[in-house]
T-cell receptor, first 117, second 117 residues
């Protein structure tokens, strides 16, 4: 069975600090996708990034960056110069292929990020 | 505006009652999903449907039922057999060009918070 582990339950930082959210995954699939979602207090999940298992290049989008390391089965997420608006729960997820040819997402338990002014 | 609409936002249920959560999308997506979120537990898959009149059980389907009579709609019924239904329920969908989440991200509704009173 596939598994996603987000060991950090809650992280508190002061605005402008950098923060890294860890994600470790387990899968037997050779082809898979990893995702990060943000869940603000409103509850809706907001898509941040999708990365396939063959692309280990790091990605940067504004203040966000992602470090995918297949050798350690990790897909960590860094927010540079954090802002109060970054306060949310962040979920890492892994695609799971089913025998029917379809896939679903396996989520980690989430990391709550609190950014104080 | 296209999107996923879940209703109601808050729902209260008496013990022993069945309740139905609504999920409607106007994105022309083929696949739809129901997830349950408990504090500190991440999201767990209840049911998913790839096409009309077909659906599959997820990891925690016991005590729940679904139907997919229309492409746009995927209602979830929480039956009296569900022993601990108090949770936050999220509906999601994926575009028609990908039958699997591996090719795209899932779009989520804003959720329904169900409380047993």
């Amino acid at each position: 069975a596939q598994k996603v582990t987000q060991a950090q339950t809650e992280i508190s930082v002061v605005e402008k600090e950098d923060v890294t959210l860890d994600c470790v995954y387990e899968t037997r699939d050779t082809t898979y996708y990893l995702f990060w979602y943000k869940q603000p207090p409103s509850g809706e999940l907001v898509f941040l990034i999708r990365r396939n298992s063959f692309d280990e290049q790091n990605e940067i989008s504004g203040r966000y960056s992602w470090n995918f390391q297949k050798s350690t089965s990790s897909f960590n997420f860094t927010i540079t110069a954090s802002q109060v608006v970054d306060s949310a729960v962040y979920f890492c997820a892994l695609s799971e292929a089913h025998g029917s040819g379809y896939s679903t997402l396996t989520f980690g338990k989430g990391t709550m990020l609190l950014v104080s002014p | 505006d296209g999107g996923i609409t879940q209703s109601p936002k808050y729902l209260f249920r008496k013990e022993g009652q069945n309740v139905t959560l609504s999920c409607e999308q106007n994105l022309n997506h083929d696949a739809m999903y129901w997830y349950r979120q408990d504090p500190g537990q991440g999201l767990r898959l209840i049911y998913y449907s790839q096409i009309v009149n077909d659906f599959q059980k997820g990891d925690i389907a016991e005590g729940y039922s679904v139907s997919r009579e229309k492409k746009e709609s995927f209602p979830l019924t929480v039956t009296s057999a569900q022993k601990n239904p108090t949770a936050f329920y999220l509906c999601a969908s994926t575009p028609p060009e990908a039958s699997a989440l591996v090719n795209t991200e899932a779009f989520f509704g804003q959720g329904t918070r169900l409380t047993v009173v």
